[in-house]
Nanobody, 124 residues
Framework: QVQLVESGGGLVQAGGSLRLSCAAS????????VGWFRQAPGKEREFVAA????????YYADSVKGRFTISRDNAKNTVFLQMNSLKPEDTAVYYC?????????????????WGQGTQVTVSS
């Protein structure tokens, strides 16, 4: 079992930045690809970004490419999502997710573990 706890959400003005963190405990975190998903009110959960277990490969949804950066520190069992140039349409609950079928698996919503989510609200 892997437990994931997100933090760093909050209220920010459009154009601002936030850094989300996902802290893992339980089984060795370094063997899992990790991703971020988000869900806005009335919408389905959508893929945002993913990073391979080694950190060598990253993938982004087109809507966040160039603005968001995913990274990980396996020594600290933590994954980060740096979000810059935030827009009101980025408002959502952001979820951390881990899977052992790689980043491709995560991008196909093949997730083994989910966090509880953290709210991000971007005001215009």
């Amino acid at each position: 079992q892997v437990q994931l706890v997100e933090s760093g959400g909050g209220l920010v003005q459009a154009g601002g930045s936030l850094r989300l963190s996902c802290a893992a405990s339980g089984r060795p975190f370094r063997y899992y690809a990790v991703g971020w998903f988000r869900q806005a009110p009335g919408k389905e959960r959508e893929f945002v970004a993913a990073i391979s277990w080694s950190g060598d490969s990253t993938y982004y949804a087109d809507s966040v490419k160039g603005r968001f950066t995913i990274s990980r520190d396996n020594a600290k069992n933590t994954v980060f999502l740096q979000m810059n140039s935030l827009k009101p349409e980025d408002t959502a609950v952001y979820y951390c997710a881990a899977g052992n079928r790689g980043t491709r698996g995560l991008m196909n919503y093949d997730v083994d573990y989910w966090g509880q989510g953290t709210q991000v609200t971007v005001s215009s």
